[in-house]
């Protein structure tokens, strides 16, 4: 039989002594807080370490490299680089470009109706350069997702920083050569990529985001595209007007991403092929980016690396300093128009502009001074085109009784022989009032592209208007209102009257309302409604273009009409030119050969109007 076990208190009292000096001891040898938090670093270091040797062996083992978010704040390194025209920080993230600041610029302030903020290009990760490969794993490296390491040295002016990647034993190198000007040198060199990658190219790709740096989002949007230089034969190429994207297989030098005043642009000497961009309206609705643009292209290994020289250029778009900045013709990223247009802008109105500029008056009394000598140079168009108006004005009443005889459609040909004759008699030519107004088209349009492009007004103010290249808003509506952006521009509506009154002085609505009708001619009394309807298209045009443009058609009107009074109350007196008209009616006049070919062949066509005449009362017999 088992005896029955009976508790042991000296064994308990034991224990109880055992744990009395555990407890002693703990007390005794215990770390103070200094000595713990000092073990806690010491073991992170050491995470650390281990950490960063297993990144350099086996980066890269996803689609897309993986890099610790916590490496990356311990690791890698910004650099600043900065002269007194830009600032440009380096990000060690990727290596790439993190910041470009423009100075001596200011970007548009909403709550302060004017230009008060830093002005960025680059800024908050919307830059993103990439170069992109298969190893031969069949995973994807890409650099903007690699650590970089940096160091900085200087040569005189230059600072001189290279940033290092390494992966699988190679590495990628970035070196940036930093000087005085709005560029950076920027050259790309591999060391045992061979040893990572099979492919014989590897993938370039450069997107940005365009900050909204100007008042005015659709004036933003209609000048702001992706423009390139060919590199055999220097053509300045740029996609405008609906979707913004295109591929080239020739070679290209350059590409610049172009905002309406500032562009970045991308060089590289060797030429780049086979190459693709876009650009993209952000919605008005987004307040600070203005248009998406991306740049796709590839880089041909040599000898199985890469080595390659770029420059990056982030330049306000002024036409006279880009076309003594380099020679790779970045002045024709300005949008001055082509052929006769972009002459007339670049060598007439850019001369006449800032020469009156450096009188050192306010930029409103440049453009009004630019105006009077437009309009002295025009003059002259003018006069011959009011001339013309009265000669016409005083052979009305005879081609009017010239309506009256040949009401008949069938008399169509006869009446049009008359009139020429009358014309010729009289020694008036009809389309001689048509060709000084031909002639002042060009001139239209190149101010048209004039004003929201010459970057010296940009930002300068002038009565009401806070920006001479953007609309005034002092006077607000409400936003339902289409068409017109929630503001009424004072300068669009100023210029309306004014073209409404020299309408009236000039006598252009009586011309047309009391013209007689010609034959294959428009409607002049639908012409007549139309100089009434004009005036609204042009408004709700101006009131969201640039102001400096309302503001010189509104002195260009008012000029035009003190020149029409005094031409028609002092230069030209209709009762000379109705004597000179009689006395031409007198003269012999020779006709030319065009003249005599055009008789002809009227006569003809006359005799064939009617045998068809003819031909159709014999069906009906």
């Known amino acids: 039989m088992q005896n029955e076990k009976k508790f042991d208190f000296n064994q308990l009292i034991g224990f109880i002594l055992i744990g009395v000096l555990f407890l002693g001891y703990y007390w005794m040898t215990k770390p103070t807080e200094e000595e713990l938090a000092q073990a806690k670093k010491e073991l992170a270091l050491k995470e650390q370490q281990q950490a960063t040797a297993t990144q350099a062996q086996q980066p890269n083992n996803t689609a897309n490299a993986t890099i610790d978010s916590a490496q990356i704040v311990t690791e890698v390194k910004n650099i600043s680089l900065e002269n007194d025209k830009v600032k440009i920080d380096l990000n060690g993230l990727g290596g790439q470009i993190g910041l470009v600041e423009i100075k001596n610029h200011l970007a548009y302030d909403s709550t302060k109706g004017k230009d008060a903020q830093p002005l960025y290009l680059v800024k908050d990760g919307n830059n993103r350069f990439n170069l992109s490969f298969k190893d031969k794993q069949g995973r994807i490296i890409n650099t903007a997702d690699l650590p970089f390491s940096s160091s900085v040295q200087q040569n005189g002016n230059a600072s001189i920083v290279t940033m290092t990647a390494k992966i699988n034993g190679g590495e990628i190198n970035y070196i940036y050569t930093f000087d005085n000007t709005y560029g950076v040198n920027f050259q790309v060199n591999t060391r045992g990529l061979s040893t990572m990658t099979s492919d014989q190219q590897v993938a370039l790709d450069w997107s940005l985001n365009g900050f909204s740096l100007e008042k005015g989002k659709d004036q933003e949007h209609y000048w702001s595209h992706t423009y390139y230089r060919l590199k055999d034969d220097k053509d300045v190429e740029y996609e405008l007007f609906g979707a913004d994207k295109w591929t080239e297989k020739e070679s290209i030098?350059?590409?610049a991403f172009k905002q309406q005043f500032f562009a970045s642009i991308l060089s590289f000497d060797e030429g780049l092929k086979n190459t693709s961009a876009s650009s993209e309206n952000i919605p008005v609705d987004d307040p600070k980016y203005n248009k998406a643009f991306k740049f796709n292209a590839n880089l041909d290994l040599k000898a199985g690396e890469l080595n390659h020289q770029f420059t990056w250029d982030f330049v306000p778009l002024d036409y006279k300093e880009l076309k003594t900045y380099n020679d790779k013709d970045f002045q024709n990223i300005v949008s001055y128009g082509w052929g006769i247009i972009g002459w007339l802008n670049k060598f007439f109105f850019l001369n006449i502009f800032q020469w009156l500029a450096n009188l050192g008056l306010k930029y409103g009394w440049v453009i009004f001074l630019m105006t009077i000598v437009v309009k002295l140079v025009l003059s002259p168009i003018m006069y011959k085109q009011y001339r013309q108006s009265a000669m016409m004005k005083v052979l009305r009443p005879e081609l009017n009784e010239l309506n009256e005889k040949y009401k008949d459609p069938k008399d169509a040909m006869k009446k049009q022989q008359e009139t020429m004759a009358i014309y010729r008699k009289a020694g008036v030519n009809p389309l001689a009032g048509c060709l000084p107004a031909l002639l002042q088209i060009p001139i239209f349009y190149a101010l048209f592209r004039f004003f929201p492009n010459v970057i010296d007004l940009r930002g300068k103010p002038f009565w009401f208007a806070e920006d001479l290249t953007a609309f005034d808003s002092v006077i607000?509506?409400?936003?339902?209102?289409?068409?017109?952006?929630?503001?009424?521009?004072?300068?669009?509506?100023?210029?309306?009257?004014?073209?409404?009154?020299?309408?009236?002085?000039?006598?252009?609505?009586?011309?047309?309302?009391?013209?007689?009708?010609?034959?294959?001619?428009?409607?002049m009394q639908f012409m007549k409604y139309m100089m009434y309807v004009m005036p609204i298209f042009f408004f709700v045009f101006l009131n969201n273009y640039a102001s400096g443009l309302s503001w010189y058609y509104l002195v260009s009107n008012v000029i035009n009409i003190f020149i029409i009074l005094y031409i028609k109350n002092v230069m030209i007196n209709e009762e000379k030119i109705h004597a000179i008209i009689q006395e031409n009616k007198t003269k012999p006049k020779k006709e030319s050969k065009?003249?005599?070919?055009?008789?002809?062949?009227?006569?003809?066509?006359?005799?064939?109007q009617a045998e068809q005449e003819r031909m159709k009362r014999q069906n009906k017999k």
């Open 594 to 608: 065009f003249s005599q070919r055009m008789q002809e062949m009227m006569k003809k066509a006359q005799e064939m």
């Open 476 to 523: 607000q509506i409400p936003d339902w209102i289409p068409f017109l952006n929630g503001h009424l521009s004072i300068f669009a509506m100023l210029y309306i009257v004014a073209m409404m009154v020299y309408f009236k002085v000039s006598g252009s609505m009586d011309n047309f309302g009391n013209m007689p009708q010609q034959e294959g001619m428009p409607n």
């Open 253 to 255: 030098d350059w590409i």
